[in-house]
């Protein structure tokens, strides 16, 4: 039986992890956590905000994921919003969710990301 969501993956071309972390940790917020030597040899980086894990893999053929996406309960979506676009980061609201206040933004490789507040 499923018990929890551990982490999601997304994906970025190489080369793109310190835009990477400006945006996961200066933007969101979050905190790098280390990859296991192993896999950080792959590339890419591990982020965590409380239980909330987003890991960034390098993919050669990268294409960014524009439907595909995590979406990211918040709190102080607006103070959130207004942090994003001051990081230069797109904010596109959506009010088709009934009950939530949401907005959709993208990370440096172009991932679509969705951020959402309930009522």
Known sequence: MLAALDHVQLAAP????????????????????PKPPVLAARGGCWF????????VGVERDFR?????????RVTGIDALAARLTAHGAPVTW???LPGH???????????????????
């Open 94 to 96: 959506d009010d088709d």
């Open 48 to 55: 965590r905000a409380g239980s909330v894990q987003l890991h």
């Open 64 to 72: 960014p994921a524009k439907k595909a996406h995590p979406g990211l």
């Open 101 to 119: 206040r949401r907005f959709y933004s993208e990370d440096p490789a172009g991932n679509r990301l969705e951020f959402l507040q309930p009522h």
């Open 14 to 33: 190489p080369g793109t992890e310190d835009a990477l972390r400006a945006f996961y940790t200066g933007a969101l917020g979050m905190t790098e956590i």
